[in-house]
Nanobody
Framework: VQLVESGGGLVQAGGSLKLSCVVS????????MGWFRQAPGKEREFVAA????????YYADSVKGRFTIGRDDARNTAELQMNNLVPQDTGVYYC?????????????????WGQGTQVTVSS
Protein backbone atom coordinates (compact mmCIF):
# COMPACT_ATOMS: atom_id res chain seq x y z
CA VAL A 1 0.00 0.00 0.00
CA GLN A 2 1.36 3.41 -0.96
CA LEU A 3 0.26 6.82 0.26
CA VAL A 4 1.34 9.97 -1.54
CA GLU A 5 0.65 13.41 -0.09
CA SER A 6 0.56 16.66 -2.03
CA GLY A 7 -0.58 20.23 -1.62
CA GLY A 8 1.91 21.55 0.89
CA GLY A 9 3.67 24.86 0.45
CA LEU A 10 4.39 28.29 1.87
CA VAL A 11 1.48 30.46 2.95
CA GLN A 12 1.01 33.58 5.01
CA ALA A 13 -0.76 33.49 8.33
CA GLY A 14 -4.50 33.58 7.80
CA GLY A 15 -4.21 31.77 4.51
CA SER A 16 -5.42 28.34 3.42
CA LEU A 17 -4.02 25.16 1.95
CA LYS A 18 -5.60 21.88 0.92
CA LEU A 19 -3.63 18.68 1.32
CA SER A 20 -4.42 15.52 -0.59
CA CYS A 21 -3.38 11.93 0.00
CA VAL A 22 -3.80 9.34 -2.74
CA VAL A 23 -3.76 5.70 -1.66
CA SER A 24 -2.87 2.86 -4.00
CA UNK A 25 -2.40 -0.87 -3.63
CA UNK A 26 -5.14 -1.42 -1.09
CA UNK A 27 -8.88 -1.05 -0.53
CA UNK A 28 -9.13 2.61 0.36
CA UNK A 29 -12.77 2.45 1.40
CA UNK A 30 -11.86 0.02 4.21
CA UNK A 31 -9.32 2.31 5.87
CA UNK A 32 -9.65 4.85 8.61
CA MET A 33 -7.57 7.78 7.33
CA GLY A 34 -5.60 10.10 9.55
CA TRP A 35 -3.42 13.18 9.28
CA PHE A 36 -0.47 13.85 11.55
CA ARG A 37 2.16 16.58 11.57
CA GLN A 38 5.66 17.09 12.89
CA ALA A 39 7.06 20.51 13.65
CA PRO A 40 10.84 21.07 13.72
CA GLY A 41 12.32 19.68 16.91
CA LYS A 42 9.03 18.20 18.07
CA GLU A 43 7.37 14.81 18.06
CA ARG A 44 4.79 13.91 15.47
CA GLU A 45 1.27 14.76 16.62
CA PHE A 46 -2.25 13.87 15.63
CA VAL A 47 -4.22 16.36 13.53
CA ALA A 48 -7.41 14.69 12.31
CA ALA A 49 -8.97 11.36 11.38
CA UNK A 50 -11.98 10.18 9.42
CA UNK A 51 -13.77 6.90 9.71
CA UNK A 52 -14.83 4.54 6.95
CA UNK A 53 -17.84 5.95 5.15
CA UNK A 54 -17.13 9.43 6.56
CA UNK A 55 -19.45 8.60 9.43
CA UNK A 56 -17.22 10.15 12.06
CA UNK A 57 -14.45 12.71 12.14
CA TYR A 58 -12.10 13.59 14.95
CA TYR A 59 -9.82 16.61 15.35
CA ALA A 60 -7.06 17.76 17.62
CA ASP A 61 -8.16 20.70 19.74
CA SER A 62 -5.51 22.90 18.15
CA VAL A 63 -7.10 22.62 14.68
CA LYS A 64 -10.78 22.25 15.52
CA GLY A 65 -12.87 24.80 13.64
CA ARG A 66 -10.06 25.59 11.21
CA PHE A 67 -9.25 22.25 9.54
CA THR A 68 -11.66 19.89 7.79
CA ILE A 69 -10.86 16.31 6.94
CA GLY A 70 -12.61 14.55 4.08
CA ARG A 71 -12.39 11.51 1.87
CA ASP A 72 -13.43 10.54 -1.63
CA ASP A 73 -13.59 6.79 -1.91
CA ALA A 74 -14.11 6.98 -5.69
CA ARG A 75 -10.72 8.69 -6.05
CA ASN A 76 -8.95 6.81 -3.24
CA THR A 77 -8.15 10.19 -1.77
CA ALA A 78 -8.13 11.72 1.68
CA GLU A 79 -8.02 15.49 2.01
CA LEU A 80 -7.28 18.05 4.67
CA GLN A 81 -8.61 21.56 4.13
CA MET A 82 -6.68 23.97 6.33
CA ASN A 83 -8.02 27.48 6.85
CA ASN A 84 -6.92 30.41 8.97
CA LEU A 85 -3.42 28.98 9.22
CA VAL A 86 -1.07 30.17 11.93
CA PRO A 87 2.73 29.84 12.20
CA GLN A 88 2.27 27.06 14.77
CA ASP A 89 0.76 24.93 12.00
CA THR A 90 4.16 24.76 10.31
CA GLY A 91 5.53 21.26 9.90
CA VAL A 92 5.62 18.15 7.77
CA TYR A 93 2.15 16.71 7.32
CA TYR A 94 1.70 12.97 6.97
CA CYS A 95 -1.33 10.96 6.01
CA UNK A 96 -1.80 7.48 7.37
CA UNK A 97 -4.15 4.54 6.84
CA UNK A 98 -5.53 2.22 9.50
CA UNK A 99 -7.10 -1.21 8.91
CA UNK A 100 -9.11 -1.17 12.10
CA UNK A 101 -12.64 0.14 12.51
CA UNK A 102 -11.82 2.44 15.39
CA UNK A 103 -11.07 6.12 14.98
CA UNK A 104 -7.58 6.56 16.37
CA UNK A 105 -5.42 9.52 17.32
CA UNK A 106 -2.42 7.34 18.11
CA UNK A 107 0.36 6.72 15.60
CA UNK A 108 0.82 3.08 16.52
CA UNK A 109 -2.71 2.28 15.33
CA UNK A 110 -1.90 3.24 11.75
CA UNK A 111 -0.52 0.64 9.37
CA UNK A 112 0.61 2.68 6.37
CA TRP A 113 2.20 6.12 6.06
CA GLY A 114 3.00 8.61 3.36
CA GLN A 115 6.31 10.40 2.97
CA GLY A 116 4.97 13.74 4.12
CA THR A 117 4.45 17.17 2.63
CA GLN A 118 5.91 20.40 4.03
CA VAL A 119 3.60 23.18 5.20
CA THR A 120 5.18 26.49 6.17
CA VAL A 121 3.13 29.35 7.55
CA SER A 122 4.85 32.72 7.72
CA SER A 123 3.85 35.43 10.17
Amino acid sequence: VQLVESGGGLVQAGGSLKLSCVVSGGTFSNYVMGWFRQAPGKEREFVAAIKVGSTLKYYADSVKGRFTIGRDDARNTAELQMNNLVPQDTGVYYCAADHSTSLAAVEIMYDYWGQGTQVTVSS
